[in-house]
């Protein structure tokens, strides 16, 4: 005779699988039965629009679910990021978001919503490394080198970046930050100007994208002393990490997100993840971006949840210990 606590086990399981599921997990098995509309808080048709509308076509083929790209820009994309922190959890609106969604808290002192606790992450989809580059006629053939130098000659390194507190300044920012040392940056409102300064040796260092840097660096007018990311890229294997050269904690990418408004049910949140994962999985997508230096992610929502709490809270002490002042644009 079967024993009385396993015929009760037994009969408790049967019980809860004979129960009716939630109704949002039930909603979640098909979801979404109308178009998804993902908001850009930022203009114009930039790099992570078109990753997100490679997504969202990937999704479309594979599942038939209809995902809509829409442009919210202004205020440095607190207004668009706003907008969705205020919408329906439902999963309907979600935000398409870049590495500034960890910088503005430290730039705009009362935004109307908290980064950290009225968003809910879905995935970081993909990062994007950029590369540390030099004049070739320098001294600074790694990443020691350029260190030893900036700490022995402090300020001397002119360091040409895009504009104050742009994803080719705070690549820099961080290295000096991290190693104690000191470089005066340079910048520029026109980027091609950026680089002929460099390759005529009027400044000394620069972080580039991919697609900017490989073909100076592979045609000799600038070197490559080392990737900004923690880990190397696929499409130049052989370069080192600046971590890997000796700055413990290095690690600076610009990024693409998506998130929703606080509240969204997990099962929709689970259900939205699973979607975007397998389209950053796709053989044709990934073809298309990692042959510019991206990294395919495509994390859990509690790995995207802790790079946000991590680099909102590295950007406002290096920020605020820099004295740094950026302004809204």
């Known amino acids: 005779m079967m024993p009385v ?75 668009g990021t706003a907008y969705v922190a205020r919408s329906a959890p439902d999963g309907y609106t979600l935000l398409g978001a870049n590495s500034s969604f960890t910088i503005t808290p430290s730039i705009y002192p009362d935004l109307s919503f908290d980064n950290t606790k009225d968003l809910a992450p879905i995935s970081l989809i993909v990062k994007h490394a950029l590369l540390m580059i030099v ?10 080198d350029y260190v030893s130098y900036a700490r022995s000659h402090p300020n001397e390194i002119n360091f ?37 300064d460099l390759v005529a040796g009027r400044t000394q260092a620069a972080a580039v994208s991919f697609v900017t840097g490989m073909p100076l660096a592979k045609s000799g007018k600038v070197l490559a002393i080392g990737v900004t990311t923690n880990r190397r890229v696929p499409i130049w294997q052989e370069l080192p990490t600046i971590e890997e050269q000796g700055v413990t904690g290095y690690d600076f990418s610009s990024w693409s997100g998506l998130l929703a408004p606080a509240g969204t049910p997990t099962a929709i949140i689970n259900r939205l993840n699973g979607l975007f994962v397998q389209a950053i999985r796709d053989p044709n997508v990934t073809k298309k971006l990692e042959a510019d230096g991206t990294i395919m992610v495509g994390s859990t929502p509690a790995e995207f949840r802790q790079l946000i709490a991590t680099e909102t809270s590295r950007w406002k002490k290096l920020i605020a210990e820099t004295g740094i002042k950026l302004e809204a644009d």
Request: glycine share 10%; net charge positive; proline share 7%.
């Open 5 to 79: 606590r396993i015929f009760m086990a037994l009969a408790a399981a049967v019980l809860v699988a004979l129960l009716p599921r939630p109704a949002f997990a039930q909603q979640a098995d098909t979801f979404p039965t109308r178009p998804v509309t993902i908001i850009i808080p930022f203009e114009g048709n930039t790099a992570g629009t078109t990753e997100f509308r490679l997504y969202v076509q990937s999704i479309l083929e594979g599942s038939g679910k209809q995902f809509i790209i829409d442009h919210k820009g202004g205020a440095g994309t607190t207004i």
């Open 135 to 144: 004049n070739p006629s320098s001294p600074l053939k790694t990443v020691s």
């Open 160 to 196: 040409g970046t895009g504009g104050l507190g742009s994803s080719t300044h705070l690549p820099g920012e961080l290295l000096h930050f991290l190693t104690g040392t000191k470089a005066t940056f340079v910048h520029y409102k026109a980027p091609n100007q950026r680089l002929l």
